[in-house]
């Protein structure tokens, strides 16, 4: 009985040593993946904007504007490495009820750590971009260190810098931050009339649209997930070297409801990736050590006991 009982502690104990690395390696591994069908609805708010209004031809100051992102998955068009994700963004002035300005785009990206993959009628608008860096997300097991991220109006990929750990509405994040600065991004023709410094010039104008941004995100680093989301913006028409015109200036933050939107979407990931990479295996490995060698202690005396009954 006693032998019986040492095989079988044995037997458990081995199991559970080979559970572990399954567990961490092969487990957690298959959770960490961004879904094919992913679907999620973000606002940006920000109070004190200044724009301008296209469709009034007037500089709009003080205004209260909020910027509406959906984001579907395209499962056909994606496979076991690959996620596809379309996403329109619309910005409205919520007082006046009109809207600004809307952008487009589709790319995918690796399920696991979140970079841009060239395939799959990648584009920016009606244009084909190749997307590089991260873009929707970063990786899941996030580092403290400096990324690359996309950045979809200068259609460039530019460094995002690690800059600490922060608690962000109580959980914890990783605070990174993107710069870019003064980039121009297209061309437009406005009336000399309502530009700064040509009072004597007639018709309309030709200039540059600069843009540049101060983008700060705080991610869950467990899950990539990006908890908050801050953008600093200025767009301007310059002519001349000179800005004439402000397009566009201020910032825009995640409103309470998409932060607690996104802490609901990482928190699964948040508590079963720890249990699973760590906390189980070591208790797999720790108990399963425990069996074997309560086991081998019981296979010896038994083995002694013999032997004293032999004599």
């Known amino acids: 009985m006693r032998r019986t009982a040492a095989v079988v502690f044995i037997a458990l104990g081995v199991c559970l040593l080979v559970l572990a690395p399954m567990l961490r390696y092969w487990t957690a591994e298959s959770l960490m993946k961004a879904p094919l069908d992913y679907y999620n609805e973000t606002v940006n708010r920000g109070e004190d904007i200044t724009y301008f209004s296209a469709e009034e031809t007037e500089l709009v100051e003080g205004a209260t504007v909020e910027a509406y992102t959906t984001v579907r998955g395209d499962v056909a068009a994606s496979d076991a490495d690959t996620a596809v994700w379309d996403q329109f963004t619309w910005v409205k002035d919520v007082e006046r009820d009109s809207a600004i300005t809307s952008t487009y785009r589709r790319a995918g990206h690796d399920r696991v750590d979140g970079r841009g993959v060239d395939c799959c009628d990648s584009s920016v608008g009606d244009e084909e971009v190749e997307q590089k860096g991260q873009i929707f997300k970063f990786p899941f097991l996030t580092e403290q ?3 690359r991220f996309f950045d979809t109006t200068s259609r460039l990929t530019r460094p995002i810098a690690f800059e600490g750990e922060e ?19 297209g061309e437009r023709t406005l009336p000399a009339s309502l530009l700064e410094g040509m009072d004597g010039a007639d018709g309309d104008v030709t200039g540059d649209e600069m843009y540049s941004v101060t983008r700060t995100y705080w991610i869950e680093p467990t899950t990539g997930v990006p908890i908050g989301l801050s953008e600093d913006q200025h767009r301007g028409f310059v002519v001349d070297g000179e800005e004439r015109l402000v397009l566009f200036d201020g910032t825009l933050v995640w409103d309470d409801e998409t932060v607690d939107g996104q802490i609901e979407s990482a928190a699964q990931g948040m508590i079963m990736l720890p249990l699973l990479r760590t906390v189980i295996p070591l208790a797999c490995v ?3 050590a425990v069996f ?6 019981m296979l010896i005396g038994t083995g002694v006991r013999n032997t004293r009954t032999a004599h």
């Open 145 to 147: 260190r400096d990324y």
């Open 167 to 185: 608690a962000y509405n109580g959980i914890d994040t990783y605070r990174f931050e993107q710069v870019v600065e003064s980039e121009k991004v």
């Open 286 to 288: 720790v108990f399963g």
């Open 292 to 297: 074997v060698i309560a086991g081998g202690l």
